[in-house]
Antibody, heavy 121, light 107 residues
Framework: QLQLQESGPGLVKPSETLSLTCTVS??????????WDWIRQPPGKGLEWIGT???????YCNPSLKSRVTISVDSSKNQFSLKLSSVTAADTAVYYC?????????????WGQGTLVTVSS | DIQMTQSPSSLSASIGDRVTITCQAS??????LNWYQQKPGKAPKLLIY???NLETGVPSRFSGSGSGTDFTFTISSLQPEDIATYYC?????????FGQGTRLEIK
C-alpha cells in the first residue's frame, strides 16, 4: 500500500525559504502512471494546489506561487521536494504531498498526513 | 484559473437526512471533477472521481452527478461518521482548483 510522508522544519522565519520533502513508500516514484503533487491548507481555510512533478523532472507550478516555488524529484531516494522562497505569514499552512493519476481521468490519492509549517520570527 | 464555487458553505442536518452539496465551475469542465472528505486534523480522502464514480471502499450512500459546469454530491442517509468538510476539485485544466469547502454538522 502506497504511503507518503512529509518532513521538514515546522518553523520558518519570514523572508527565508521553506523546504519540505515527501518520502514515498510502498511504490516507486518512477512509476510512469503518476504525478506527484503538493497542496497546502492555511489553518481553518480551504485547499490550495501548489504544483506537480513527473518522475522525469517535468514540473508545473501554480501561477499564483510560480516565481517562488521549486519542485524537484530524487528517484534514488524515492522522494520529491518543495521549496518556497521569500515566505511570509500568509504561507503558514499544513502542507500535504499526494499522488495524482496520469490520464484522462485523474485524482489525488493517497495523501500524506500533512505537516504544519508556521512562518514567524 | 477555473473557479469552483460550492454551496452551501456550511450545512446542519440530522442523522438519516439526505444531504446535497453543489459545486459550480466557472467554465465547462466536462466530467473532470472529484469529491473529497476531510475530517478535522486529517488529510482529505477521495470519495468520488470523474464526477460520479465511487472510490473503492467508500459506502454507497455517497454519490455524485453532473457534467459541464454544475455538479452535485449527495449523502443519501447521513451517518454520524460523515461529519466532515467536503471539497470538490476540478482537473480539466491546470492549475488544479478546489471549491471552498462545505462544512457538514449534525443538527
Amino acid at each position: 500500500q502506497l504511503q507518503l510522508q512529509e518532513s521538514g522544519p515546522g518553523l520558518v522565519k519570514p523572508s527565508e525559504t521553506l523546504s519540505l520533502t515527501c518520502t514515498v513508500s510502498g511504490g516507486s516514484i518512477s512509476n510512469t502512471s503518476y504525478f506527484w503533487d503538493w497542496i497546502r491548507q492555511p489553518p481553518g481555510k480551504g485547499l490550495e494546489w501548489i504544483g506537480t512533478i513527473y518522475y522525469s523532472g517535468s514540473t508545473y507550478c501554480n501561477p499564483s506561487l510560480k516565481s517562488r516555488v521549486t519542485i524537484s524529484v530524487d528517484s534514488s531516494k524515492n522522494q520529491f521536494s518543495l521549496k518556497l522562497s521569500s515566505v511570509t505569514a500568509a504561507d503558514t499552512a499544513v502542507y500535504y504531498c499526494s499522488r495524482r493519476t496520469f490520464g484522462v481521468v485523474s485524482w489525488l490519492d493517497p495523501w500524506g498526513q500533512g505537516t504544519l509549517v508556521t512562518v514567524s520570527s | 484559473d477555473i473557479q469552483m464555487t460550492q454551496s452551501p458553505s456550511s450545512l446542519s442536518a440530522s442523522i438519516g437526512d439526505r444531504v446535497t452539496i453543489t459545486c459550480q465551475a466557472s467554465q465547462d469542465i466536462s466530467h473532470f471533477l472529484n469529491w473529497y472528505q476531510q475530517k478535522p486534523g486529517k488529510a482529505p480522502k477521495l470519495l468520488i472521481y470523474d464526477a460520479s464514480n465511487l472510490e473503492t471502499g467508500v459506502p454507497s450512500r455517497f454519490s455524485g452527478s453532473g457534467s459541464g459546469t454544475d455538479f452535485t454530491f449527495t449523502i443519501s442517509s447521513l451517518q454520524p461518521e460523515d461529519i466532515a468538510t467536503y471539497y470538490c476539485q476540478q482537473y480539466d485544466n491546470l492549475p488544479i482548483t478546489f471549491g471552498q469547502g462545505t462544512r457538514l454538522e449534525i443538527k
